[in-house]
């Protein structure tokens, strides 16, 4: 499964992360440092597991947690109309 921005969503870089916005609703969603990290892994094809391995690639004791937190992410993104499946 590849993860993608729909065509109405614009992705814009910020200082501490990045902000989607979705141009049909006016809704936008701001994600930290760690959120952003996470998404343009999945954006250039990387799986939510791969994506929480490399997140978590200094501190492995941490997979655990970052592997929930990059599903989470995901799912909300989805729920939100941010991300699709392709």
């Known amino acids: 499964m590849t993860l993608a921005l729909p065509r109405e969503v614009i992705l814009t870089e910020t200082e501490s ?3 989607l916005l979705n141009e049909k609703d006016g809704r936008f969603w701001r994600l930290n440092g760690s959120g952003a990290t996470a998404l343009r892994m999945l954006l250039e094809g990387s799986t939510p597991q791969q994506a929480a391995e490399q997140l978590s690639a ?20 989805k729920t939100a109309g941010l991300l699709v499946a392709r």
Do not use: I
């Open 17 to 19: 992360g990045v902000v």
């Open 58 to 77: 200094a501190s492995p004791q941490f997979l655990e947690r970052a592997t929930a937190d990059v599903r989470g992410l995901v799912d909300a993104l």
